[in-house]
């Protein structure tokens, strides 16, 4: 997919204030410094569309960019941050919730994983819980210039191998980079593909 045009539309808290749900629409998430933004502004090649981090217990809020006036790209408030308040890791939980289950035109939510790591509860738990809403997902993994390949498929395959003890069929993934842009393609491919369906 060649990405013609991108560009900001709403910040908000509330799903019903979201854009009218007459596009598809493919959210991001991720822990806090997983490179959520960075991988953003890579795919819509525009930087600074995308914010860097929010600060912890600054308010978390649903963005919203229209790309090429067809689909929805939202950009949702990162969790794993070390120091937010139990009522700040409420709040976001409450709005999360509310978003997976109400937002109709959601086609599918990216949950960026840092590549370096091995699997975290959080990230884990979370796709849990997308399984069980039974919203569709893909892992992003970021980050891979970070080391060989050799070693991104070592870590890729681990992990892969420890999703498989909870999942029966394992969901799509990619590998990517916003600095070298590896993975772009692939994953904007596939967005153009689910909105041709
Ligand atoms: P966010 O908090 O998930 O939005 O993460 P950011 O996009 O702000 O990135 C967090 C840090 O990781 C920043 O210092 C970025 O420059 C760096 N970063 C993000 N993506 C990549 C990447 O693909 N490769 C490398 N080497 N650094 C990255």
Redesign the pocket.
């Known amino acids: 997919m060649v990405i013609r045009d991108a560009r900001f539309l709403t910040s908000n808290t509330k799903v019903e204030l979201c854009p009218a749900p007459t596009m598809p629409e493919y959210a991001f998430i ?10 953003i502004n890579k795919l819509v090649g525009r930087t600074g569309l ?1 914010k ?2 929010a600060s912890p217990g600054k308010t978390q809020l649903i963005n919203h960019f229209l790309i090429n006036e067809n689909w929805y790209l939202v950009d949702l408030p ?1 969790y794993g941050y070390a120091r937010v308040s139990k009522t700040s890791r409420t709040e976001w939980s409450r709005m999360i919730n509310y978003y997976l289950r109400h937002r109709e035109n959601l086609a599918c939510v990216c949950v ?1 994983i840092d590549s370096r790591h091995p699997p975290q509860a959080v990230d884990l738990e979370f796709m849990e819980k997308l399984g069980e809403e039974g919203v569709p997902f893909v892992m992003v993994f ?5 080391q060989s390949a050799a070693q991104t498929r070592e870590l890729i395959a681990s992990y892969l191998q420890k999703m498989g003890e909870s999942w029966d069929e394992l969901p799509r993934h990619f590998l ?5 842009g590896a993975g772009r393609d692939e994953l904007l491919n596939f967005i153009g593909e689910v909105n041709q369906e």
């Open positions: 991720g822990r806090s410094n997983v490179g959520k933004s960075s991988l995308a860097t981090s990162g960026l970021t980050k891979i210039d970070k990517t980079s916003a600095e070298s």
